[in-house]
């Protein structure tokens, strides 16, 4: 309240009084002399608060009108520009109408200082409470780390985050391993399961977990195929400590709309906790193979295993198919031949682990198209999405320009759930229980990224130029922005898929030009998600192709500019948020005119930046021109 951070204007007049004082009695001047302008003891003062300011939330209140002297003249004892200081974290300064004397003096609930004061007072308790109740939390886990305490960390089993067959064969010999190697020790130890995609190195560490689920305090799984999949098992796991441990200080602060990263490394504090040293983490997918599965036997049985070498991905499609048809195993096994000599003619370049499993799929494709012809033509769309988590109100997106068939299969649920439904009895597809819990939208589907491989490389005979524009405008149509409830939820589903449309772009496999809209939403995105160096990197491609396709004065090109100015910002790289800004709004007053809404929102983003860089003068006077815009044009 009217505090001379940087020096009082009453200075001298406080320096007479004490010279005055000092004839009659003793007088001290110390306290006036550090209240001098910039004097070495404020600017000290200011160090050392400039760097804990993010700590608390500061108001600085000023006061607007000159306060009579004892000497006849009125001064501004504390000017604005000493009661702010400038660049301070969480800070915001209070205009109060009155002089320095009165600024404090309320004459009733009515006073327009006392309502301007009164208020802010309120909302800083409203938020008071979840902060005090964090850090007593976190004192308290201090208080119990000092007196050794015991701590429980145990977490109820689950293991809903994989799909469990029904028919495990048992590797005892294997499990006993695996036991062994991870009881040898009392520090942390770590076993790989190792072999090629699809031959059972997930249901064996099911098994696993299930047979020494009493040995860990808890055990969670995480799907590492890659970062978005990571970090989203991470969330699954914050909610299930978050459960059992509502109050748990390492997770306190995190939300359903907490940044994934931050969510990781809340985690990671939670399982580095001293005394949390009996959990089992198992990380899953961490290869890169090609193509699904489950299993059969009998006489002819036999020969079709050693045919397939025992491959539990193979044996899986082979059993599915063999539950939907009537077809005997030596029948089965003559048209697996065929199919094998097309594949051996036509694409040399497949491994024979490859084409033991394509052989299987190719047959259950082709059972399928008879079958339902729409849940083929849904197999060869899925190659260009991620092989994960595809729902229902992702492809209802592409209904307003895609082909008579998306149209007929997303005209409901049931004709979704139809399709979908042969898929998954042929042993292709299963439903991802990644999804299971997202509560916003319908629960998605998936499949192995050996099967998808096979989408992409067999199913599609060539690259579909017209299948992955048509994958892209789903995805990009069901980006929600920050406006929506629970925006954040859609978005993280949506991560994966967006991250696979970048890697064929990387690979320059689609002109993209005719796309720009899409890569401005997903830069939004990632922006929202708080991957600024993808974002970025969309915004970039999204600038060189309005660039190209539109010239860089349209106003297409200016938005993608000011996006990337804002992003600049969040990334602290202010100079050239700075550069972006000032082309946006040279633009924008070239197309639109000086007061259209447009060019005002882009000078009011060069006000916010002149404050983050110190520059006030600037700022003010674009804040006026972006407020006298507004006032003109919005009234």
């Keep these: 309240m009217g505090t001379p951070h940087q020096g009082g204007s009453g200075v001298q007049l406080g320096k007479l009084l004490v010279n005055v004082a000092s004839v009659f009695i003793p007088a001290d001047d110390r306290l006036v002399k550090h209240l001098e302008r910039d004097s070495e003891w404020l600017q000290q003062q200011l160090g050392q608060y400039g760097p804990i300011s993010g700590e608390f939330v500061t108001k600085f209140a000023f006061e607007e009108y000159k306060t009579p002297t004892a000497l006849g003249h009125s001064i501004m004892v504390v000017p604005r520009a000493s009661a702010v200081v400038p660049g301070a974290a969480d800070a915001e300064p209070i205009a109060i109408h009155a002089d320095h004397i009165n600024m404090v003096k309320f004459t009733s609930k009515e006073d327009n200082g ?24 976190e004192e308290s886990r201090v208080d119990a780390a000092r007196i050794n305490s015991e701590v429980s960390f145990s977490i109820v089993f689950s293991l809903s985050e994989v799909l469990e067959t029904n028919h495990f064969v048992a590797r005892q010999e294997e499990l006993d391993t695996i036991q062994k190697k991870l009881s040898d020790s009392t520090t942390r130890r770590a076993v790989i399961l190792h072999g090629l995609g699809g031959i059972g190195k997930t249901q064996l560490a099911i098994a696993y977990a299930k047979a020494h689920r009493d040995d860990y305090s808890a055990i969670f799984w995480l799907n590492i195929k890659d970062e978005v999949s990571v970090k989203q098992s991470y969330s699954q796991i914050a909610r299930r400590i978050r459960k059992e441990y509502p109050f748990a200080s390492e997770l306190g602060a995190i939300t359903d709309d907490s940044q994934l990263d931050e969510v990781v490394a809340a985690v990671k504090r939670w399982l580095d906790y001293a005394k949390n040293s009996q959990w089992l983490m198992v990380f899953d997918n961490y290869d890169n193979p090609k193509v699904l599965g489950n299993t059969d036997p009998d006489p002819a049985a036999d020969q079709l295993a050693r045919k397939l070498d025992g491959l539990p991905l193979a044996l899986a499609t082979a059993g599915a198919y063999l539950k939907q048809m009537s077809t005997s195993f030596a029948d089965y096994l003559r048209l697996y031949d065929e199919e094998w000599r097309k594949l051996q003619k036509y694409s040399p370049q497949v491994s024979s682990y490859d084409r033991q499993l394509y052989s299987t799929w190719q047959l259950s494709l082709d059972h399928i198209r008879q079958q339902n012809k729409h849940s083929a033509k849904l197999l060869q769309l899925w190659a260009y999405f991620d092989n994960q988590d ?7 997106e592409g209904r307003s320009s895609g082909p008579e068939w998306l149209c ?24 991802d229980n990644s999804s299971k819990e997202n509560g916003v939208e319908l629960q998605g589907y998936g499949m192995h990224s050996c099967v998808h491989s096979w989408t992409v490389h067999i199913v599609n005979e060539e690259w579909d130029s017209e299948l992955v524009g048509l994958a892209l405008e789903c995805v990009g149509s069901h980006v929600p922005n920050s406006h929506v409830q629970n925006f954040w939820v859609t978005q993280r589903r949506l991560l994966r898929h967006a991250d696979r449309y970048w890697r064929i772009l990387s690979n320059d496999r689609l002109d993209n030009h005719s796309k720009d809209w899409v890569l401005q939403r997903f830069g939004d995105m990632y922006s929202d998600q708080g991957r600024l160096d993808k974002a970025e990197k969309m915004y970039q491609r999204a600038l060189q192709g309005t660039e190209k396709a539109w010239g860089p004065d349209h106003t297409s090109t200016l938005d993608t500019v000011n996006n990337l100015g804002l992003l600049y910002v969040d990334l602290g790289r202010l100079d050239e948020a700075e550069k972006m800004y000032q082309r946006a709004l040279q633009g924008k007053e070239k197309a639109w005119g000086p007061d259209h809404t447009s060019t005002l929102d882009t000078v009011n983003n060069l006000g916010l930046l002149y404050v983050d860089l110190g520059r006030l003068d600037e700022a003010e006077k674009m804040y006026q021109r972006a407020l006298q815009g507004y006032e003109k044009v919005l009234s």
């Design 408 to 431: 007929q299969i997303t005209e409901d649920e049931l004709s979704f759930n139809e399709v979908v439904r042969v898929l998954c009895d042929h042993g292709l597809v299963e439903i």
């Design 114 to 137: 006392y309502e301007t004061v009164s208020g802010h007072l309120q909302i800083m308790v409203q938020s008071a409470s979840d902060i005090i109740t964090f850090r007593w939390e």
């Design 390 to 396: 595809l729902w229902f109100e992702l492809l209802r």
